[in-house]
Every structure is written in C-alpha cells, then in structure tokens.
C-alpha cells in the first residue's frame, strides 16, 4: 500500500490543483502568448497586449510580460522602460537586452537568453509613450507630449495592468531602465509616491530603483562626453583642453546651447568630426555597423545636438524584421490597430518635448531616496553617450546634498572570479556601480556581469567584493 489512502490522495490532489489555479486563475487569457515563432520551449509563460490609458482619446499602451523562470509565485515585479525619449522597451529591453530571448540571425525566430533577468524576476516592458511601437492614439495630438504626461499615463497604465493580473499587486515593485529612463524612472516613482500618500487603499508597494547611464543633468553630462573622448584617447589634448577651457556648460539646454561661446561650439564640432561617423558612441570599442548611422544622424540632428540620449545603434535588422512578421503581431496581440507605419525600434511619429531633456533630475532622486527607497546608477564603462565621468559625479553630490556618507569606498566588485566594475555605496540607499566592458546597453554588452548586478540590486546586497561567488550562487 502506498504512504494515502484513494480517498486522502484524491484531497492532496485537489488541494494542489486548486493551489495552481489560484496563481494563475487571475491571469488574462486573451493576452496570453501561446508561443512566439521560432521560440525555443520554456517553462515559463509569456502575455502581451493593450492597456487603455484614455479610453476617450483611443489611447492604448502595449505591454510585454514574462514570468519569472521558476517559482514565479515567489518573486517580484520589475519594470524596464528604455529611453530615447521615444525608444521601445520591447525591442530594447525585453528582446535585446534582458528579457528571456533574442532575435535569431535570420530574423524568423529565438534564441534563449540564458543570462535573462527573469531567472530571478517577472519582468514588465511597457512601449511608452503613445507613438512608440505599437502603442497608439486616436488622436494624432498625443504623439506631441513630455515627461510629465509620460509619467502620467504610466500611472495609470499600471492600476489598468493590475486588474489584469491582481495577484501582482501587493508583490515589491522595482523600477528600472536606461538612458532617458533617467527621467522616466524617477518621474514615475515620484507620481506613484504621490498616489500613495494620497490613497486610503491600494498603493504601490515600490522597493527601489536601478537605472543604467541615465541621463541625470545636463550641465554634467554633456562635458563629460568631450572628457570621455579626451581619456580614451580619441581627441587630442589641445582639442580637450580647449574645450575644457572655452566651453560653460552651466545651464546647458538642447535648443540654444545658452552660454555656449562660438569658440566653444567650433571646438566640439572639431571633436565630433575627429570622432567620426565609424565610432559606435555607444559602446566604442564595437565596430559600428553602416546603415546604422544614418539612423543616428538623422536623430542627432533632430536634437540639434550631437549629444544625443539614447538611439540604440546597430541592434538592429534582425529584430525590426521579426517584429513585423505578421505572424509574430499576431502571436504577441500587437498593432491591433493596423498602424500605418511599420515597428521600429525608435519612434519616427513622436514630437517628444526637447526641453524636458534639460531637467535635472537629482531633486527627484532625493526626494525618493527621503522615502527610503534605494536608488542604483550603473554605468557601462563604453559608453561616450552618457558615460560614467558624469554619472559619477552626479551621484557624488546627491549623496553631499543628501549628507549621507560613505558606506562602501569605491572598488572592484567580481563576477566569475573576474573584475564586474566598480562600486560604491553612500548611507545604504545610494549606490553607483560601473560595469567593466559594458556599454550604453548595459545587459546586452555584458549580460552576465548585469544579472550579478540586478540580483544583488533586488536582494538588497552589496556586489560581491571577493573573487569567490557568494553561496547562492
């Protein structure tokens, strides 16, 4: 005889079944993904869709979720968004960078992803704003908006995808993302921070904050791109020190550069043409590839700048090509609409506000980090775009203006018994990290590097300072 009786096994089996249905009973049926073409099999599921933002307007967000790897139940939600502004989290995040596949070479299928971040997280992308991908108005005017509007449709994207999958609405929430997410994140945060003050009931229940070379302030990022070049050897002392010399970028705005002399202007031109269209600005020991560039100069010129704040370059045929298989649309529920334009990877109908670009955004990452709430800036040390000379320094003095000290001096964190970067740590909540090899992409260039790095940021652990991995592995 066995360890039940036929009646006590027939009870243990209930019992697990309706255990099994009670996670996932709450889950849209019609969102889910049923298997995308070419995709490897997995354990794990995977939904896509719209969520209304303003059912009057016609104005959707489409969204793309994937559960955690294993005990799904267990683990908590994290947000990615990428930046742009205008750039999608879909093709960016979730199938570029740390999302559990990658495009195939051939552009007709999936690869895994074996370093994804949903080996330790459920993971949500969200193409935002309106105009970006395959989310979408009716009213051709929402395509002309900003940060704060983003922010907004955001927060209600979020109390909509929660009464899609409720069973996710109490689990700790982690907002992050890269590049013009520097705004993104910490606005949105702010806005959830304010709806939970204000909520007698539901509120978020956010647990921190990691973002990837972010673009913060202006004022710092921007000369820290010619000190970029200057360091790695890609433009002259003269030309470095020149533009050191002539050039106040105090109150740096992309329309107008105020207070940027013609003597400065000449010199960073200089720069940018000894620099050259055959450097990927983006991680710059890549080689470029071609057809990219003209993408990029066309948005550089959009901005009126060279600096520009996230075009992913050279990510590229194969992942615009599977997206606009109709196969694949249809798998995912996507272009419900029949857009009249095709997917891309950066947004060509958006007007996103240029000025917004020039918020400092430290104020908000102190006002979330009063909240107790942990902020990470990581950095791919790559990158010329936003590099990390900048970042650095703006962590520095948020930390100084929030008079917390250090906690962790700078210094090397490992990964496979190998140098990850570098890190330090102020008061507990502020932690800078850069990550050796990495670019502006940070997951893509250096995907298991960037996954040490996110389970230690949703752990609340410091980067492992030894060479030898800690004993949960």
Request: neutral net charge; hydrophobic residues 35%.
């Amino acid at each position: 005889m066995g360890r039940f009786s036929g009646g006590a096994l027939v009870v243990v089996v209930v019992a697990a079944l309706l255990v099994a249905l009670r996670r996932v009973k709450c889950y849209p049926p019609e969102d889910l993904v049923k298997g995308l073409p070419g995709q490897p099999a997995v354990g794990f599921r995977q939904y896509a869709g719209y969520v209304d933002v303003d059912r009057k307007a016609g104005r959707s967000l489409f969204y793309y979720f994937a559960e955690a790897d294993g005990d799904a139940h267990e683990k908590p939600l994290t947000l990615w968004l990428n930046g742009g502004p205008g750039c999608s989290s879909i093709g960016g995040g979730a199938f570029t960078e740390l999302g559990p596949f990658f495009p195939r070479g051939d552009g007709r299928g999936l690869r895994i992803n074996k370093h994804s971040w949903n080996k330790v997280s459920n993971l949500l992308f969200v193409e935002s704003p309106a105009g970006v991908g395959w989310s979408y108005s009716n009213r051709t005017s929402d395509y002309t908006t900003g940060d704060n509007s983003t922010a907004y449709d955001l927060l209600t994207f979020l109390h909509q995808w929660f009464k899609k999958f409720p069973e996710l609405r109490s689990r700790d929430l982690f907002l992050t993302g890269e590049s013009y997410a520097g705004h993104y994140i910490p606005q949105l945060a702010e806005v959830l921070l304010r709806y939970n003050k204000n909520s007698r009931d539901f509120k978020f229940n956010v647990k921190g904050l990691a973002i990837g070379n972010p673009l913060l302030n202006l004022d710092r990022d921007v000369p820290a791109t010619y000190e970029y070049f200057w360091s790695h050897g890609m433009i002259s002392d003269e030309l470095g020190l020149k533009i050191m010399n002539d050039c106040d970028f105090e109150d740096y705005v992309f329309e107008g550069h105020h207070n940027v002399s013609k003597s400065c202007t000449d010199a960073i031109e200089e720069a940018n043409r000894i620099v050259g269209d055959y450097i990927n600005n983006y991680d710059v020991i890549l080689d470029v590839c071609y057809p990219s560039i003209v993408e990029q100069e066309l948005r550089l010129r959009r901005y009126a700048t060279k600096t520009s704040v996230g075009v992913d370059v050279c990510m590229s045929y194969e992942r615009r090509f599977y997206f606009n298989l109709p196969e694949v649309q249809r798998a995912l529920h996507a272009n419900r609409t029949n857009l009249h334009y095709s997917w891309t990877m950066c947004s060509d109908v958006l007007n996103y506000s240029v000025a917004d670009g020039n918020i400092n955004m430290l104020p908000v990452l102190k006002n979330i980090i009063e909240h107790r709430i942990p902020v990470w800036i990581f950095s791919g040390d790559q990158d010329s775009v936003v590099p990390l000379l900048g970042s650095r320094t703006l962590v520095r003095e948020l930390a100084q203006d929030l008079k917390i000290k250090v906690t962790v001096p700078y210094s090397a964190w490992f990964h496979k018994g190998q140098v990850g970067g570098w890190a330090t740590e102020y008061g507990n909540l502020l932690t800078f990290a850069t990550v050796r090899g990495a670019s502006h992409m940070v997951p893509y260039a250096q995907p298991g590097r960037a996954l040490t790095l996110f389970k230690s940021f949703l752990g609340g652990k410091r980067l492992p300072n030894t060479t030898h991995p800690p004993i949960d592995g």
